[in-house]
């Protein structure tokens, strides 16, 4: 059984940082492309980035770009993401996801296992 574990949230000032992070237990992590995604309420989820199976191919929502980095540590089994100039409309809850696709997806529906999430509140 796949499970994913996300951590990091918490509340943060406008301009701050948080480094979000997933540890995945169960199946074969080096075949997973992996996502990050965010829903706040009364919204869709959104993607935010994503990275390759190998962690050497990433990509991101325009509204994140320059700010976030996703990275996947095939040795520990986790994959992190790195948010720096939070912005209030940051705020939502983080979600970790994993894609048995060879290449990761926008679509968060095509993604297979999911954490549980984890909150991000920046405050203005």
């Known amino acids: 059984q796949v499970q994913l574990v996300e951590s990091g949230g918490g509340l943060v000032q406008s301009g701050g940082s948080l480094r979000l992070s997933c540890a995945v237990s169960?199946?074969?992590?080096?075949?997973?492309?992996m996502g990050w995604f965010r829903q706040a309420p009364g919204q869709e989820r959104e993607f935010v980035a994503a990275?390759?199976?190998?962690?050497?191919?990433?990509f991101y929502a325009d509204s994140v770009k320059g700010r976030f980095t996703i990275s996947k540590d095939n040795a520990k089994k986790t994959v992190a993401l790195q948010m720096n100039s939070l912005k209030p409309e940051d705020t939502a809850v983080y979600y970790c996801?994993?894609?048995?696709?060879?290449?990761?997806?926008?679509?968060?529906?095509?993604?297979?296992?999911w954490g549980r999430g984890t909150q991000v509140t920046v405050s203005s």
């Open positions: 996801a994993a894609s048995r696709a060879v290449m990761p997806s926008l679509a968060y529906k095509t993604y297979d296992y």
């Open positions: 169960g199946g074969t992590f080096t075949l997973y492309a």
């Open positions: 990275t390759s199976r190998s962690g050497g191919g990433t």
